[in-house]
């Protein structure tokens, strides 16, 4: 017998069943709704990444007119513009223990050293390690390549000088020799890219890269494209900006996309974002645009 107001076993079935599909809908709601919100929720992430300010430098070579005038004055101006290191390009009359000193004196530290080919691959290696220690620096760097050697064979001889330098260069207690690039580094010849010889056939323990994006884009490559397909390689930028007729601009001002390119940075590994102009008109001005730019950044 049923009791009044009591409900029949159908009844009860087709409640529950109610509720299942109420549940399941809810679920599947809320999971197309958390679902849709993260890729939001990580492009809103990436466009708050600043490059720490430890990373932002000035490489030196920007500065060099302004540098045998007054060295120091110069540094010091660096140091009060925000800069907090410094790639090392010409001594200016001065010793590693010098500039050191100098260094010290206004709070810039110095991350890196340009070394000719001709001396690292010869009898000074063990003097510029030592004076790299001197500086407090971490790379040696390869600035360029003579031009005899720009061709497959002569960038297979300069992978196999970089792998010895860069074994002496961790010996010593430093990091992996690093190269900085130009346009023609990147040209290909008899079907060889030039640079990609370098990127695979020297051993990432031992050698790295100081990307130049001005002179990567103008030789056709894609900085981005670089940090994604060898990753860790590149420890140091030189951030130079392209102006619209293809020349040197103050970073920001130009036309190179920093956002698309630093996204990526980590992946490549990227620790030092070292400001460069070839010919700046005004180097402090160019030092003052640059790095407002880079630390107002978000990528």
């Known amino acids: 017998m049923t ?12 409640a529950r069943r109610a509720f299942l599909l109420t549940c399941v809908g809810t679920s599947l709601g809320l999971a197309a709704a958390v679902g849709g919100a993260l890729p939001a929720r990580a492009a809103e992430r990436a466009h708050k990444r600043r490059i720490p300010r430890g990373g932002i430098g000035m490489h030196l070579y920007t500065m060099r007119d302004a540098l045998p005038r007054d060295f120091a004055g110069t540094l010091e101006q660096l140091a009060d513009i925000g800069y907090a290191t410094v790639g090392v390009s010409g001594r200016h009359g001065y010793d590693a223990a010098g500039i050191r000193r100098l260094l010290d004196a206004v709070g810039l530290r110095a991350v890196l050293e340009h070394v000719a080919y001709p001396t690292l691959t010869g009898s000074g290696l063990p003097q510029a390690l030592d004076d790299l220690h001197t500086l407090g620096a971490k790379w040696p760097v390869v600035p360029s390549l003579p031009g005899a050697l720009h061709t497959p064979d002569g960038f297979r001889e300069a992978a196999r000088q970089f792998n ?3 074994r002496a260069s961790r010996e010593a207690g430093l990091g992996p020799v690093l190269f900085h690039n130009h346009g023609t580094d990147h040209v290909v010849v008899d079907g060889t890219n030039l640079y990609d010889v370098l990127l695979t056939e020297t051993d990432p323990e031992l050698v790295g890269f100081e990307l130049d994006v001005y002179w990567a884009v ?6 981005a494209t670089y940090f994604r397909r060898h990753a860790h390689r590149f420890p140091a930028l030189h951030v130079k900006d392209m102006a619209a007729d293809g020349g040197f601009a103050d970073v920001g001002s130009g036309t190179l996309d920093f956002a698309a390119m630093f996204a990526h940075a980590r992946v490549g590994g990227v620790r030092q974002w070292l400001v460069e102009h070839d010919s700046p008109t005004d180097p402090f001005a160019t030092a003052r645009n640059s790095y407002a730019y880079l630390a107002a950044l978000r990528y």
């Open 3 to 14: 009791l009044t107001g009591s409900p029949s076993a159908s009844s009860v079935d087709s």
């Open 218 to 223: 103008k030789g056709g490559a894609d900085p």
């Open 164 to 166: 010895l330098i860069g």
